[in-house]
């Protein structure tokens, strides 16, 4: 069992609908991600949160809004996408923040289609 | 631009054999890499890792080979065994990066009887 758990496992949605996918993390750990892998690609880092508190933004369009309401949780909030976001969203979490050696744990993803 | 790379997108191999599963990287800034292993409809799960003070890092039938001056990086299965049939990831960092993995396309790795 994945100990970084992602809800919902698949989401359709509208180009106009608002969704937000969900995280959540009991392991103590303080820093949390979002990635978006497309298919035969690797995950593509979109957002790291450190502390609950935003750290790096890929440049990623104002549609995805990340939001971290407490240390144990990640929701991405979607608004507006194009159906080129289609995409699994992954979540992960790692122990430390300020280093980068230490592996990260990930959820097993949300598959997200937009019509 | 890709930062590292997997360039062999499959590879088969026969149970009990080995598996070497490659990649290259091209930023010599980074000093921390890992090989992450995804089953279908599952997130990547952490296989091994080994950071650049290292040439090997070993755990049971898993061993991640660096060669920094060719930035390239090996995984060895050995003995391969069927639950082995996955996607294999290679990722690399920096240690001042936070976290900032830069992940490779993924190599599928079938195991035959």
């Known amino acids: 069992d994945t100990e970084v758990t992602q809800t919902p496992k698949h989401l359709v949605m509208g180009m106009t609908n608002k969704k937000s996918l969900k995280c959540e993390q009991h392991?103590?750990?303080?820093?949390m991600y979002w990635y978006k892998q497309k298919a035969k690609k690797p995950p593509e880092l979109m957002f790291v949160?450190?502390?609950?508190?935003?750290?790096i933004n890929e440049s990623v369009p104002s549609r995805f809004s990340p939001e971290c309401p407490n240390s144990s949780l990640l929701n991405l909030h979607l608004h507006a996408l194009q159906p080129e976001d289609s995409a699994l969203y992954l979540c992960?979490?790692?122990?430390?923040?300020?280093?980068?050696?230490?592996?990260?744990?990930f959820g097993d993803g949300t598959r997200l289609s937009i019509l | 631009d890709q930062q590292v790379k997997q360039n062999s997108p499959s590879l088969s191999v026969q149970e009990g054999r080995i598996s070497i599963l490659n990649c290259d990287y091209t930023?010599?800034?980074?000093?921390?890499f890992l090989w992450y292993k995804k089953y279908p409809a599952e997130g990547p799960t952490f296989l091994i890792s080994?950071?650049?003070?290292?040439d090997k890092n070993e755990d049971g039938r898993f061993t991640v080979f660096l060669n920094k001056s060719a930035k390239h990086l090996s995984l060895h299965i050995v003995p391969s065994q069927p639950g082995d049939s996955a996607v294999y990831f290679c990722?690399?960092?920096?240690?001042?990066?936070?976290?900032?993995?830069?992940f490779g396309a993924g190599t599928q790795v079938v195991v035959t009887p």
């Open positions: 992960a979490s790692s122990p430390a923040d300020t280093v980068g050696d230490q592996p990260q744990h």
């Open positions: 392991m103590g750990h303080r820093a």
């Open positions: 949160y450190s502390y609950e508190k935003l750290s």
């Open positions: 930023n010599s800034m980074f000093d921390y």
């Open positions: 080994i950071s650049s003070i290292k």
């Open positions: 990722a690399a960092s920096s240690l001042d990066s936070w976290g900032k993995f830069q």
